[in-house]
């Protein structure tokens, strides 16, 4: 392999790859506007000029290929020199809008403007005057002035999805970004051009306004969306007691966004799942525990709850049907905790619509589908469980509500003569009808793990507190175990129940919630799945 020499340090790099991927490789910071991992490389914005020995001129890190005793400076005064003209270039005509722009705070323009940029410029001419606010797609905003013409957008319509809405018009000062005549940018995957946008030349329409970027809490998780499992950053509004606008007053959920895992889902979400937290946020919640309808206390409602799953278990008329949503720590604590009671019939609800497309999206909206499979068992069906209470032949049945969407939740059959147990974050038909009903946490509020279909175990994080009186649906069935005197471990946090979970169910031996880390596992080759 080459060897190369960056700013005095050598480094050893595979054959073909670029002085900008070897220096990112190392930590090392080359200024750059055009170039993504994800995307073809298109070398038009020339911020990443680096001055190689013997070279005759700067050349651009990003297309330029490494070779063998090459001697790289990214800092000299040459470098320096055309770093701060390409600043110059770049904000000739763009709009000193700063403090209104949605991009402040997170925008490569101001950073690179304050660290390569020189403060000043020669140009007094008015600046050039484009479209502002244009509205391009359901989703998508376009500001034509702040656009750098940097080309992410259009290869990603281009490469990625291969829609191509997207182009440069007119040339030379006049060229413009644009939607072709007729287009709309609607396709599934349209919020990653604001992702990839360095500038705020395109913005998010859900998100456009909502609140400062710098107010954000900003949680590494996984997509609860469908199957695939993304991985995202979820960014949750923090309270500033200052500002008088609400929407900077709560701590829900203001976006979700892509973070990159190269074996899940590369660089990208779909706009499903980066939309798919609007359904929690806007779901009416269960915030208190009802016995027979009425409002109780938790200790009441644990007690009443705890009697009636035993019962219900120790008669061996027991069903538990569970969202596909549900962490897998709570699957494993309720299974441990009727099992303890005497056992149950357990299904978990199938949520499939549409149809696998050629990028992300999965059919099977159940997020931890397969985790629940390896938990509950692969036969487990939903029909079955209440097919059993038609007949009589179970006459308690526990539903684990969606944490993600109400509408997701099981209801039993019309006219279903069963005594109903409810856990779960949302208000819908099954907790209305429950005998008893406990709100746990939902998507955003726990700490857990999801298995997507195939079979990589990964991380959910806690973003913000529960609502109300809501609690991990771990704890609430380690609660009613206690309640009804059944020995469980000392469970304190959901990593205790994942490290029960690793040495009760072969698919997760050996996995802990540390080990599994920012990027998740597949299961162990000794698990044999």
Sequence with gaps: MPKIVIDGEELEVAAGTTILQAALSKGSEIPHYCYHPGLSIAGNCRMCLVEVEKAPKLVIGCYTPVADGMVVHTGSEKVKAAQAAMMEFFLINHPLDCPICDQAGECRLQEYAVAYGDGKSRYTEPKLALSKAVDIGEHVMLDQERCIQCSRCIRFCDEVTGTGELRFFERGERSQIGIFPGKRLDNLYSGNVVDLCPVGALTLKEFRFATRVWYLKNTPSVCAGCARGCNVVVGVGQQQTQMTTRGQQDDRVKRVVARVNEQVNGHWICDIGRLSYAREQE???????????????????????????????????????????????????????????????????????????????????????????????????????????????????????????????????????????????FVSPASAAAAVAIPS?????????????????????????????????????????AVQGLELPDWSEAGDVLKSLAEDVKAFEGVTAEGLGLLGVRPSAAAGV
């Design 441 to 481: 946490a939902s998507w955003s509020e726990a700490d857990g793990t999801f298995v997507n279909f195939e079979g990589h175990i990964q991380r959910v994080r806690r973003c913000h507190l529960p609502l109300g009186e809501a609690r991990p649906g771990w704890r609430i069935a380690a609660d009613v175990a």
């Design 283 to 425: 779901a009416q919640r269960l915030e208190r525990p009802h016995v027979m309808g009425v409002a109780a206390l938790y200790d009441e409602a644990v007690a009443a709850f705890g009697a009636k799953l035993a019962a219900g278990a120790r008669e061996g008329k027991l069903g538990i049907v569970a969202s596909p949503r549900a962490l897998c720590e709570d699957l494993y604590a309720w299974s441990r905790v009727t099992s303890g009671f005497g056992g149950s019939k357990r299904a978990v609800k199938r949520l499939v619509s549409g149809e696998d497309d050629r990028l992300l999206l999965r059919a099977d909206k159940g997020a931890n589908s397969r985790g629940a499979a390896w938990i509950f068992g692969s036969d487990a069906d939903e029909d079955d469980v209440w097919a059993a209470v038609a007949e009589g032949r179970i006459t308690t049945v526990l539903v684990l509500g969606d944490t993600l969407d109400a509408a997701d939740t099981s209801v039993p059959p019309s006219g279903a003569r069963v005594d109903l147990l409810f856990a779960g974050p």
